[in-house]
């Protein structure tokens, strides 16, 4: 498919899913990275009330 087909697809609210790749796709500066942090008990305690308000 062109791009201008495609454009105009998307342009009139086509569904375009099925023309796109998934597998490659990637949101630039949304990655996650795990780290492990070291929190005071009373802190944990208090983010554990919170969370249940």
Avoid: T
């Avoid at 087909?5 to 996650?32: H, T, V």
């Avoid at 795990?34 to 005071?40: A, E, I, K, L, W």
């Amino acid at each position: 498919m062109k791009a201008r087909e495609f454009d105009k697809k998307f342009d009139e609210g086509e569904n375009i899913s099925q023309y796109l790749d998934m597998s490659k796709a990637r949101r630039p500066k949304q990655e996650q990275k795990r780290v492990n942090v070291d929190f005071p008990v009373w802190m944990i305690q208090l983010l554990d009330k919170e969370a249940r308000r």
